[in-house]
């Protein structure tokens, strides 16, 4: 009887927060998070972090690569280099516990046509996204801008019944997001969404570290940086993570972002994120719909 009504009482002073946060409950509904890249590692690069986050906390993450990435070796190619890239995806999925599907269109070879906007508009279906993240349509690599395209046409159409009928539409239409990059025409990429990655930046590394054939032959090739890949197995890991550490890093813009979602004392302490921009089109999230939809966020 007294057990019973001292947990009554704490109930009233306000203390059952406390109680649950250390009585986890299991997810009713896990959150389905789907990213769009041109190759099979752009999902990776933009995303790797959170999605190993999202992972952890028991939620489902799906990358999709528009292209099987076969031109992108500079000693291989062709059937060759699709069967080589689709295994390392398939590692990838296994070391962040997440799926992975790689399209059959051919590298450097990507238009925004409509088979590959209904591809899209599947995916994004099937998955019953709660939010999907591509690039941005202004990027260096046509497959990348035509990417951007593609998951930009399919933002509104998923929710047509007519449109694709084979598949049931989703009846709510996901928050969309784009990667972060570095390019500032016709306008620069800004950060509406900071997320910290500093303790999962390791679990990305190792996310990236299955695709050999990029991130330690073509790449640094593409570079000209090949020489100096570490050949060490764990050299060349703390290696590809000292790239990654700068790729991650903190500006004086996502450090405005940083304090938004953090808070000041916090976001000091904040050395690796990954960065989104919310897109135009979808539903336009409120800051109660950005804190439920990253979860993570404080």
């Known amino acids: 009887m007294m057990k019973k009504l001292l947990f009554q009482f704490l109930l009233a002073a306000g203390m059952s927060g406390a109680f649950a946060q250390n009585n986890p409950q299991p997810l009713k509904a896990p959150l389905k998070i789907i990213v769009f890249g041109a190759h099979p590692d752009d999902c990776d690069l933009g995303a790797g972090g959170i999605a190993s986050i999202y992972s952890s906390m028991g939620h489902k993450v799906k990358f999709v690569s528009l292209t099987n990435g076969d031109a992108g070796h500079q000693d291989i190619g062709g059937g ?9 995806t398939k ?28 591809a899209v508009i599947r995916k994004i279906r099937e998955w019953n996204a709660d939010v999907v993240i591509a690039p941005r349509t202004n990027d260096y690599h046509p497959d990348h801008r035509n990417t951007g395209v593609v998951v930009q046409d399919a933002a509104y159409l998923v929710i047509v019944p007519n449109i694709l009928s084979s598949v049931p539409p989703l009846t709510k239409n996901p928050v969309f997001l784009y990667f972060r990059d570095r390019f500032q025409r016709p306008n ?6 900071a997320i910290d990655i500093t303790t999962a930046l390791a679990k ?4 990236l570290d299955a695709h050999v054939s990029q991130f330690y032959e073509w790449l640094p090739w593409t570079n000209q940086d090949l020489a100096n890949v570490p050949k060490d197995l764990i050299e060349r890991k703390k290696w590809l993570a000292t790239s990654m550490e700068r790729r991650s890093s903190v500006t004086p813009e996502i450090k405005l972002a940083l304090e938004k979602w953090y808070g000041k004392d916090k976001a000091e302490q904040i050395r690796f994120v990954e960065v989104f921009e919310i897109c135009e089109y979808g539903k ?9 939809l990253f979860p993570m966020l404080p």
């Open 80 to 88: 060759e280099l699709a069967v080589r890239r689709l295994k390392e």
């Open 91 to 118: 590692e990838v999925a296994k070391r962040l516990g997440i799926e992975y599907d790689v399209l059959d269109n051919h590298d450097g070879e990507l238009f925004p046509t409509l088979e590959n906007r209904l």
């Open 204 to 207: 990305k590394v190792e996310g």
């Open 284 to 292: 336009q999230p409120t800051p109660e719909d950005i804190r439920r």
């Open 188 to 193: 620069p990429f800004r950060p509406d969404i």
